[in-house]
């Protein structure tokens, strides 16, 4: 069987959620496993019926009947956020969420001490605010780098003692650090962890081999190539790394290395959310994001033309993929162009994983960067997005519900049923 890797190669908010969800409903998959991110991932998905989902933690495939969701050990776990995805999921006509759910144990717990230190830092930067979504996903990330032996993790909500310690030495350092974080004392924490682990199953990182034997699944990325931790443009970045490595690392373990296809995923305008490098934004496009909102912690949602420089670099950063998604054909009206250069150039160059210093210069070039456009709108969009990248567009979406997605050519995503 060949496994699909889902990744975007944006600044996020491309439409993953709809592809995973279309891959799901035209093919017998076991499984969807999460390999980055955690709670501040929004992947939209709609029914024909008009229900509607933002994917967070669960899969995007939760709608179709069956189809599972694995947490891996990358994601970063917030079981408070889960519960509420739970009971949404729940009136909209998925009771079983949490049944069809396993959880590796070593995933890092996000917990309200992360959030509240996520948002204490945020707003003391100001004007020079990161665009952070607020949910702690990042702390928990930093506070795991800098703690590893004792980071809340998720097999120590089955240990109320352990649970407890760890808990109490988070909230201690981050407000040493920080002073009083507006978060609940850590008893009044402990219930809702413990009730987690009780509810859902925990396993380890050998479980995932036979989930990947036991049938076809979707590995489904969260942010995207341009947001990555170490290739993105720093400061204006994510902690995660958004690109296929995770994901073919955890392949690998299974002894399955090779066996799945690279799927990338881009929509015909740029987007970003919050601040950061978007070179080809342009306010007079007339354009709105039902499902991307301005939010207090994120900011503006921003348009842009098809920036086919940045997305050159975030299949150079990933590795390349075997094809492409293109979404939001349905926007092929609005005016939006193909930007093919900056002042002159047309590619930039990843560096190395870890140079930050690196990724601070191409932040500070590429927000002082003009964009090169072609005169005129593509009169064929795939063609021209094949043209300007060098892969080939096997999917096209043109709504955003399973029925108005098209495989355009190849065999990669032709249906199985």
Request: proline residues 7%; charged residues 20%; hydrophobic residues 40%.
């Given at each position: 069987m060949n496994h699909v890797l889902v990744v975007d190669l944006g600044y996020g908010d491309a439409g993953k959620g709809t592809v995973v969800d279309w891959l799901c409903a035209t093919r017998p998959v076991h499984t969807v496993i999460r390999f980055n991110g955690g709670a501040q991932a929004a992947h939209n998905v709609v029914l024909r019926d008009g229900r509607h989902h933002t994917f967070a933690q669960f899969g995007a495939g939760t709608f179709r009947p069956g189809v599972r969701t694995h947490l891996s050990r990358h994601v970063v776990v917030d079981p408070l956020a889960l519960a509420a995805e739970a009971d949404h999921l729940a009136t909209v006509g998925v009771p079983d969420a949490l049944d069809r759910l396993t959880v590796d144990g070593e995933a890092l717990l996000a917990t309200p001490y992360h959030r509240a230190a996520n948002r204490a830092r945020e707003l003391a930067r100001g004007a020079d605010r990161h665009g952070s979504c607020g949910?702690?996903?990042g702390?928990?990330?930093?506070?795991?780098?800098?703690?590893?032996?004792?980071?809340?993790?998720?097999?120590?909500?089955?240990?109320p003692a352990v649970l407890r310690r760890r808990l109490a030495a988070l909230r201690d350092r981050l407000t040493a650090e920080l002073g009083p974080l507006d978060a609940p004392p850590?008893?009044?924490c402990l219930p809702a962890f413990t009730a987690f682990a009780d509810r859902v199953a925990i396993v380890d990182r050998s479980h995932l081999a036979g989930v990947l034997r036991a049938g076809t699944c979707v590995f489904e990325g969260a942010q995207g190539v341009l947001l990555d931790e170490w290739h993105g443009f720093h400061p204006?970045?994510?902690?995660?790394?958004?690109?296929?490595?995770?994901?073919?690392?955890l392949l690998a373990e299974a002894?399955?290395?090779?066996?799945?296809?690279?799927l990338g995923v881009l929509r015909i305008t740029t987007t970003r959310h919050g601040p950061g490098p978007l070179v080809t934004e342009d306010p007079t496009l007339p354009l709105a994001d039902a499902h991307n909102a301005t939010n207090p912690w994120q900011g503006r949602f921003r348009f842009g033309h098809f920036d086919a420089v940045a997305h050159r670099y975030a299949l150079d950063a990933a590795g390349g993929v075997d094809s492409l998604a293109l979404t939001h054909l349905d926007l092929a009206d609005r005016g939006l162009r193909i930007c093919r250069r900056y002042d002159g150039t047309d590619r930039l160059e990843p560096g190395p994983p870890g140079d930050l210093d690196?990724?601070?210069?191409?932040?500070?070039?590429?927000?002082?960067?003009?964009?090169?456009?072609?005169?005129?709108p593509p009169a064929d969009w795939p063609a021209a997005v094949e043209e300007a990248l060098g892969a080939p567009v096997t999917l096209t979406?043109?709504?955003p519900t399973a029925e108005g997605k098209l495989v355009r050519k190849g065999t990669l995503l032709t249906p199985f049923v």
């Amino acid at each position: 069987m060949n496994h699909v890797l889902v990744v975007d190669l944006g600044y996020g908010d491309a439409g993953k959620g709809t592809v995973v969800d279309w891959l799901c409903a035209t093919r017998p998959v076991h499984t969807v496993i999460r390999f980055n991110g955690g709670a501040q991932a929004a992947h939209n998905v709609v029914l024909r019926d008009g229900r509607h989902h933002t994917f967070a933690q669960f899969g995007a495939g939760t709608f179709r009947p069956g189809v599972r969701t694995h947490l891996s050990r990358h994601v970063v776990v917030d079981p408070l956020a889960l519960a509420a995805e739970a009971d949404h999921l729940a009136t909209v006509g998925v009771p079983d969420a949490l049944d069809r759910l396993t959880v590796d144990g070593e995933a890092l717990l996000a917990t309200p001490y992360h959030r509240a230190a996520n948002r204490a830092r945020e707003l003391a930067r100001g004007a020079d605010r990161h665009g952070s979504c607020g949910l702690g996903v990042g702390e928990a990330v930093a506070y795991g780098l800098a703690h590893p032996g004792s980071a809340p993790r998720v097999a120590d909500c089955r240990t109320p003692a352990v649970l407890r310690r760890r808990l109490a030495a988070l909230r201690d350092r981050l407000t040493a650090e920080l002073g009083p974080l507006d978060a609940p004392p850590v008893d009044d924490c402990l219930p809702a962890f413990t009730a987690f682990a009780d509810r859902v199953a925990i396993v380890d990182r050998s479980h995932l081999a036979g989930v990947l034997r036991a049938g076809t699944c979707v590995f489904e990325g969260a942010q995207g190539v341009l947001l990555d931790e170490w290739h993105g443009f720093h400061p204006y970045t994510t902690w995660s790394t958004t690109t296929f490595a995770n994901a073919e690392g955890l392949l690998a373990e299974a002894g399955l290395a090779g066996t799945a296809e690279r799927l990338g995923v881009l929509r015909i305008t740029t987007t970003r959310h919050g601040p950061g490098p978007l070179v080809t934004e342009d306010p007079t496009l007339p354009l709105a994001d039902a499902h991307n909102a301005t939010n207090p912690w994120q900011g503006r949602f921003r348009f842009g033309h098809f920036d086919a420089v940045a997305h050159r670099y975030a299949l150079d950063a990933a590795g390349g993929v075997d094809s492409l998604a293109l979404t939001h054909l349905d926007l092929a009206d609005r005016g939006l162009r193909i930007c093919r250069r900056y002042d002159g150039t047309d590619r930039l160059e990843p560096g190395p994983p870890g140079d930050l210093d690196r990724q601070a210069a191409l932040t500070a070039r590429l927000l002082a960067a003009r964009p090169g456009y072609d005169d005129d709108p593509p009169a064929d969009w795939p063609a021209a997005v094949e043209e300007a990248l060098g892969a080939p567009v096997t999917l096209t979406s043109h709504s955003p519900t399973a029925e108005g997605k098209l495989v355009r050519k190849g065999t990669l995503l032709t249906p199985f049923v």
